[in-house]
């Protein structure tokens, strides 16, 4: 099986829409590598599978509660964050500073005080290389074929072939097409 992994740069509506083989697709928009290592430390993957894990910013922050947290029906109402439930608890992906806790009254209530409190550029980039290494782990002892990609790469080839969509921010769709065939086809193609 492929499984894919990541933010919105890795959603079934981009490049992983092009892949075609069956593949089951984690990725969250807004999500982080917190989110991302947490979903992946949950797939059984074999030697048999192969993952695509597209690591996401270091601002982005990610809470994974219990099932039973009453946060859980906080974090419900605010509009712009993203809910997945995984194995063990609930994902929550914020989007950061520029993300969900910033951008509504609900967030901006609840969460602004608390990650203004709790944010620091130190630790996100701490955690997301924390994150990201044992993500690399747990693939590696797993023995699945794996392609991982970075954001701030695609990021910087987008803005240097003009591949940005209208929002400044994703890939246009010839972007999410040339990135796939230059980066991300041949993989699949060997899986």
Known sequence: MLYIVGCSYSAEYYWPSLVNRKHVNFSEPGAGNKYIYACVQQIPLTPDDSIIVQFSEVERIDLLL??????????????????????????????????????????????????????????????????????????????????????????AWAQENNMVDEDGFHLSSAGNDLYYKTYIKDFVDTC
């Open 66 to 155: 219990d099932k039973d947290s009453a946060f859980n029906k906080i974090l419900s109402d605010v509009p712009s964050i993203r809910q997945r439930e995984l194995a063990n608890c609930i994902a929550w992906c914020t989007a950061g500073p520029r993300g969900a806790w910033n951008n509504n009254p609900v967030g901006k209530r609840y969460l602004a005080p608390l990650m203004r409190e709790y944010y620091s550029d130190y630790n996100q980039q701490l955690e997301s290389d924390a994150w990201k290494a044992q993500t690399d782990d747990f693939v590696d002892l797993s023995g699945a074929k794996s392609l991982f990609l970075d954001l701030y790469t695609m990021s």
